[in-house]
Structure formats: structure tokens, C-alpha cells
């Protein structure tokens, strides 16, 4: 199996902040994925990390709001930028391993 | 459009008391459904993985099953350990990596 560790586990912001949550996994990896996940909700995709090329971002997020860094196989980053309440959730970093599909502990963000 | 409905939302059983957990869903093309257990303030840990109808696994207290338009979680003789929330997701062919999840069903067993 993957190993994913997320940094940073929780944090409190000031709104309009930024925060920058990194990723690491313990093995190469083609492809990292980004999920959201509002108090009481389930996991929403936010975008996909590739190395060497831009995130595709889903519907409803983009790049300026949630700027992706992909510069090796084995590491990523999200920023959410220009923060409000209203953008704290937790944010899962996952990867695809053979045909199982790994999540890091998340990164709780309360925004205030 | 790819969806995923979990029933119920939340269940209470008593220690020993088995049931199980449905996980109902439309994609054009599966290419896998996913379950997951989550603790509160944890990542989601894998549990299984279904490519085809009529496949099942098992683990432990736990098995999965799945048809064309749904799959079940059973649980059997489950105990208080068991209490968390289990999610169901479902990849398409068309969106390789992207997981579509259902809203989860949140177990609570009581001893």
C-alpha cells in the first residue's frame, strides 16, 4: 500500500489568508488527486495533480482559489487562497496504488 | 452524470446485531466501486475494492457485494469497534483516479 502524510494535520486562519497543505506519498506516483470535505459532507474532488502538467481542476474550483504544485512524483501541494469561512472543511490528498485508492488523515482548516 | 446514494444515513445496531449497508449507483462504464471506513478527524481507510457484478470480498466482520446498479456492505455480528462512518465511492471508466462518493452511512454499535 501508499503511504500519504499531510502536513499541516489542523490549522486556524484569519480570513484572507492563504494556507499551503503539502503531500507527501512514499512511493512514486503518476497521478495525485485533491478532495474537499465540508462539516458533514462527503469527499468532493477538487482536482488532479500530474507531474509536469497543469492540475485539471473540477467544476466549481479553480486555479486561482486553489493553486496546485506538482514537482516530483512523490510530492504535492495545495494552497487555498484568500480565505473565508466558508472554506473550512478538511482537505484529503489522495493517490491511486495499483487498484486501491489511498487517502492521507486530512488537513482540518478552520477559517475565522 | 455519475452518482452515488448511500442508505441509510445512519444506522444504530446493537452488539452481535448484523445488517447491512446499501450503496445504489449509476456510471457510464464502471471501472470500480470503493468502499472506505472514516473515523472522525481521520482520512478515509480502504477497506474494499468491486470491479464486476457478483464479485464479493470480505474482511473480517465485514463483507462486500455488488450487482449492476447497487452494492451492500454486510456486517456481521458487528462490535462497538466497528462504530464509524463507511463511505462508498465509484471510479468510471471515462475519469481515470476520480472517485465519486455517496454521503456516507455513520454506524454506531452500541454494547
Known amino acids: 500500500s501508499a503511504v500519504i502524510s499531510q502536513k499541516p494535520s489542523r490549522d486556524i486562519c484569519q480570513r484572507g489568508t492563504s494556507l499551503t497543505i503539502q503531500c507527501q506519498v512514499d512511493s512514486q506516483v503518476t497521478m495525485m488527486f485533491w478532495y474537499r470535505q465540508q462539516p458533514g459532507q462527503s469527499l468532493t474532488l477538487i482536482a488532479t495533480?500530474?507531474?509536469?502538467?497543469?492540475?485539471?481542476?473540477e467544476s466549481g474550483f479553480v486555479i486561482d482559489k486553489f493553486p496546485i504544485s506538482r514537482p516530483n512524483l512523490t510530492f504535492s501541494t495545495l494552497t487555498v487562497s484568500n480565505m473565508s469561512p466558508e472554506d473550512s472543511s478538511i482537505y484529503l490528498c489522495s493517490v491511486e496504488w495499483a487498484t486501491e485508492a489511498f487517502f492521507g488523515q486530512g488537513t482540518r482548516l478552520t477559517v475565522v | 452524470e455519475d452518482q452515488v446514494t448511500q442508505s441509510p444515513e445512519a444506522l444504530r445496531l446493537q452488539e452481535g446485531e448484523s445488517s447491512s449497508l446499501n450503496c445504489s449507483y449509476t456510471v457510464s462504464g464502471l471501472r470500480g466501486l470503493f468502499w472506505y471506513r472514516q473515523d472522525p478527524g481521520k482520512g478515509p481507510e480502504f477497506l474494499f475494492t468491486?470491479?464486476?457484478a457478483g464479485e464479493e470480498k470480505e474482511k473480517e466482520r465485514l463483507k462486500a457485494t455488488l450487482t449492476k446498479k447497487e452494492s451492500f456492505l454486510h456486517i456481521t455480528a458487528p462490535k462497538p469497534e466497528d462504530s464509524a462512518t463507511y463511505l462508498c465511492a465509484v471510479q468510471g471508466m471515462s475519469n481515470t483516479g476520480k472517485l465519486i462518493f455517496g454521503q456516507g452511512t455513520t454506524l454506531q454499535v452500541k454494547p
Open positions: 468491486l470491479y464486476s
Open positions: 495533480a500530474n507531474q509536469g502538467s497543469e492540475a485539471t481542476y
